[in-house]
């Protein structure tokens, strides 16, 4: 199993980070699929709520507006199932699977869970972000297969291009 993941402290790093590897990964010539977040400074930066569909959009919201005494993430469920489907529709085919979250829905079983599974079952190298909350059930899902890779865009990359 081929399964990657990055995790650090920052708002917005880890999404920063796996977007900047996956140019790097694209200006290489490498077929890619999943997801990156795109930044938009329009709305409240406390979650990440963009989303674009590797290789080449569409780009998705998933946020809901909750106004603004909200406190949490506002995380559509909904939007982000859709954007499963999307991904889902590319069809699996990269050469390299890059999912930018590990997140409460993939923690369920659910989200880019079965997405992820079918490329590995390919032998598509996998790497995803995730944070300290969601940790637990990506190393749960991984077994001992799971390799964290540093934060770095270029490193990252490099272990991409290693893997294909």
């Known amino acids: 199993m081929k399964l990657a993941y990055i995790s650090q402290r920052g ?22 699929q999943g997801t990156v977040t795109v930044p938009d400074p329009c709305i409240d930066p406390t979650c ?24 949490g993430c506002r995380l559509d469920t909904g939007a982000l199932e859709g954007v499963v489907m999307e991904v889902s529709r590319h069809g699996i085919g990269g050469r390299v699977m ?9 923690a369920m079983g659910r989200g880019f869970v ?3 599974a079918e490329a590995l ?3 598509t190298p996998v790497i995803v972000g995730v944070n300290a909350v969601n940790l637990p059930d990506l190393l749960s ?13 270029q490193m990252i990359a490099n272990w991409a291009l290693g893997q294909i």
């Open 11 to 32: 708002h917005g790093a880890t999404g920063t980070c796996l977007t900047e590897a996956a140019e790097i990964l694209t200006q290489a010539g490498v077929a890619l």
């Open 48 to 71: 990440d709520m963009l989303i674009r569909v590797l290789p080449d959009g569409p780009v998705m919201r998933i946020n809901q507006n909750l106004g603004s005494q909200s406190k």
């Open 141 to 153: 899902f991984a077994g001992d297969l799971g390799q964290e890779l540093p934060p770095d865009p």
């Open 98 to 106: 890059i999912v930018n979250k590990f997140g409460k829905l993939e």
């Open 114 to 116: 079965p997405l992820i």
């Open 121 to 123: 079952g390919a032998g």
